[in-house]
């Protein structure tokens, strides 16, 4: 394995440069700092009586799930320019596969009803973000250059 070089970011932090699939666990990880949160609000808002499935303010959050998954595959190919868009597509679906397992156990810990027709289209939904989030991405890097290593 390569070592990873910084390459400057937008203020001139300096931004390491990985190999693709360890910028994916990174980018799984920034979709989840998003869809975590999204999706605990409006389970436990939900929950208490405060909103119904069907108020507009659920659509915020599935919104924010949304985003989440489009900033992971931002993140894989901000982190790694190498990496295809599939490792984008991956980190957006990576993200909603793991909250979603976390709200999978929940559930059958307390004995709810469980969609799990809903589960592979919102798979595909988040692959889909994750992948307009890394060919943003893509676009970014393309219009600003290359940036330069920090071992040039």
Known sequence: MTSPRATPGPGGNALPELEPL????????????????????????????????????TFVFWLLILLGGAAGGWATIRLAPSAQLAHAAAAGAGAYLVAQGVGVVLRLISGEHISWLAFPFMAILMATCGMLGGMFARKWLQQNGPAPRGDD
């Open 22 to 57: 360890q910028a994916l666990w990174r980018g799984i990880i920034t979709g989840l700092v998003l869809v975590m949160p999204a999706a605990i609000l409006n389970n436990l808002l939900i929950d208490d009586g405060t909103i119904e499935p069907g108020h507009p303010a």
